[in-house]
Nanobody
Framework: VQLQASGGGLVQAGGSLRLSCAAS????????MGWFRQAPGKEREFVAA????????YYADSVKGRFTISRGDTENTMVLQLNSLKPEDTAVYYC???????????????????WGQGTLVTVSS
């Protein structure tokens, strides 16, 4: 299974970006997908996640109300809409996927079995 993240770029504070994550490879049936981010000098942190079948979503407090995670228009794609961006949102954003149920919380990085390569989001002040 391969995950390809795209859509990053440079944007001014208050602007918007739309990140996409496409899954490919062997027959892929996602249980859940998520986004994490890592800023320079900081640890990777949870951003948002979605249970694929029921559509339940979770957000980090820092992005709640500004970011929206959803299933994409095409099969096995996920979208993260970033609005009202702040300089502190600057980071490499990674998408991740899990195809099995696990007892680990969906907000934890260890929940996910597959990771994309990351896409850079830079927000200027």
């Amino acid at each position: 299974v391969q995950l390809q993240a795209s859509g990053g770029g440079l944007v001014q504070a208050g602007g918007s970006l739309r990140l996409s994550c496409a899954a490919s490879g062997r027959t892929f049936s996602s249980t859940a997908m998520g986004w994490f981010r890592q800023a320079p000098g900081k640890e990777r942190e949870f951003v948002a996640a979605i249970w694929w079948s029921e559509g339940s979503t979770y957000y980090a407090d820092s992005v709640k109300g500004r970011f929206t995670i959803s299933r994409g228009d095409t099969e096995n794609t996920m979208v993260l809409q970033l609005n009202s961006l702040k300089p502190e949102d600057t980071a490499v954003y990674y998408c991740a996927a899990q195809v099995s149920r696990t007892p680990i919380m969906i907000t934890r990085a260890t929940f996910y079995a597959y990771w994309g390569q990351g896409t850079l989001v830079t927000v200027s002040s």
